[in-house]
T-cell receptor, first 114, second 111 residues
Framework: NAGVTQTPKFQVLKTGQSMTLQCAQD?????MYWYRQDPGMGLRLIYY???????DKGEVPNGYNVSRLNKREFSLRLESAAPSQTSVYFC?????????????FGDGTRLSIL | DAKTTQPTSMDCAEGRAANLPCNHS???????VYWYRQIHSQGPQYIIH???NNETNEMASLIITEDRKSSTLILPHATLRDTAVYYC????????????FGSGTRLLVRP
């Protein structure tokens, strides 16, 4: 079972380049999330999508855009990458409005911006 | 969402119980307590959650105090593979189910 799949796993960008991180889940979940994790810190929510067709800002949305392409896919775009966006990015998914359902995470995309 | 306070690091011997505390003194009545862990650089892994009753599953037990201001995650027989950062999170189980991660507790299981 694949669960949550993120691509690519690693990426190096130059300042000012653009990049789209892809995320897909095969659990038929309604809600999807993008987090970033900086060294030695916990995860911070960038954007989330409670259901197909909706997106909302999280704690740290500046410099990012998202697209909920369909129920399975939720992409994160950096339009003009900055060194401060060097981080590990995690995608997650969960059921919506269903109690006792945890978030399932992908293995992350390690992004370095020079 | 209520904030949580956890020790920065802990250690325990392999085969012994690991008891990880968490304070959440400002928790409100409709907020759940969740525990996740992150092994090395992998994505976080769900462990357990509860509202006010103690909970147990195949991975761990969760003990929540009667006033709900603190909780303890118990790994009954810690193994080396349980070495990880453990996050205690309180969150409302609403339609978006947002989680706010803190810095967590780094648990080292010693051979």
């Amino acid at each position: 079972n694949a669960g949550v799949t993120q691509t690519p796993k690693f990426q190096v960008l130059k300042t000012g380049q653009s990049m789209t991180l892809q995320c897909a889940q095969d659990m038929n979940h309604n809600s999807m999330y993008w987090y970033r994790q900086d060294p030695g810190m916990g995860l911070r929510l960038i954007y989330y999508s409670a259901s197909e067709g909706t997106t909302d800002k999280g704690e740290v949305p500046n410099g990012y855009n998202v697209s909920r392409l369909n129920k399975r896919e939720f992409s994160l775009r950096l339009e003009s990458a900055a060194p401060s966006q060097t981080s590990v990015y995690f995608c997650a998914s969960s059921e919506r409005g269903v109690r006792n359902q945890p978030q399932h995470f992908g293995d992350g995309t390690r992004l370095s911006i020079l | 969402d209520a904030k949580t306070t956890q020790p920065t690091s802990m250690d325990c011997a392999e085969g012994r119980a690991a008891n990880l505390p968490c304070n959440h003194s400002t928790i409100s009545g409709n907020e759940y307590v969740y525990w996740y862990r992150q092994i090395h650089s992998q994505g976080p892994q769900y462990i357990i959650h509860g509202l006010k009753n103690n909970e147990t599953n195949e991975m761990a037990s969760l003990i929540i105090t009667e006033d709900r201001k603190s909780s303890t995650l118990i790994l009954p027989h810690a193994t080396l593979r349980d070495t990880a950062v453990y996050y205690c999170i309180v969150s409302v189980m609403d339609s978006s189910y947002k989680l706010i991660f803190g810095s967590g507790t780094r648990l080292l299981v010693r051979p």
